[in-house]
């Protein structure tokens, strides 16, 4: 018999089942039973949370940017010094790809998936936009400030998604990275063209 888990707590546990399933097969061969059977549920009990694969898939697109843009909100209200917040943002970014393979390799899925169907690259086009305002903002206020560069916030802040999206998608191929060279050089180029008159750099 299944044990009774709180209801956020079994999606949680749908959730990374999926995303095991689409990962190793890919989202059109994953079927309802493939993620019952890894997350120890019946096809019932999948259904009794999620309506239908594509709604669990969703979900998951969901979280990850939901998670990205918690942190970087996070960091921002407790910061004011930008240098470390850019310090902190690559430091979780690098940690998170190397302690996550599954979520780096979710992210190539999620790729794949735009391109074959226009609700989720809608979906996605929407994410990216909404994560690119969150980091705007952390920019206009550094520029308000007079902590950074008089610069286009939201062109910055795509630019920064886009190193991070590179790295992410560099992780999930398996190519062979320097990552404390990746994060020094990323930092001081980051830094240097953001932050006015930078301190020495010591990453």
């Known amino acids: 018999m299944t044990k009774h888990l709180p209801e956020e707590v079994r999606r949680q546990q ?3 089942a999926a995303r095991r399933c689409f990962v190793d097969k890919g989202y059109f061969p994953t079927r309802i039973d493939d993620i019952a059977a890894i997350a120890g549920l019946s096809k019932g009990g999948i259904y009794f949370h999620f ?6 898939f ?3 697109v969901q979280q ?3 998670e990205s843009t918690e942190f970087l909100e996070k960091i921002a209200s407790s910061k004011e010094d930008y240098k470390q917040i850019f310090m902190d943002m690559a430091k979780h970014y690098l940690e998170s790809f190397g302690k996550k393979p599954d979520h780096t390799r979710f992210f190539m899925v999620m790729g794949e998936m735009a391109g074959r169907d226009e609700s989720v690259r809608k979906l996605l ?6 994560y690119a305002e969150v980091v705007a903002k952390i920019i206009q206020a550094g520029i308000d400030s007079g902590s950074l560069k008089p610069v286009d916030p939201k062109a910055a802040a795509t630019v920064l998604k886009g190193i991070i ?3 992410e998608g560099y992780t999930a ?3 062979d990275m320097d990552m404390e060279n990746l994060l020094s050089t990323g930092l001081e180029m980051v830094i240097s063209g953001l932050v006015k008159n930078p301190d020495e750099l010591n990453f």
């Open 58 to 60: 969703e979900a998951l």
């Open 165 to 167: 999206d590179a790295v």
């Open 14 to 16: 749908i959730l990374d």
């Open 64 to 66: 990850e940017y939901e």
């Open 51 to 56: 309506g239908s694969k594509k709604e669990i």
């Open 173 to 175: 191929l398996g190519v």
């Open 125 to 130: 086009a929407a994410l990216q936009n909404r």
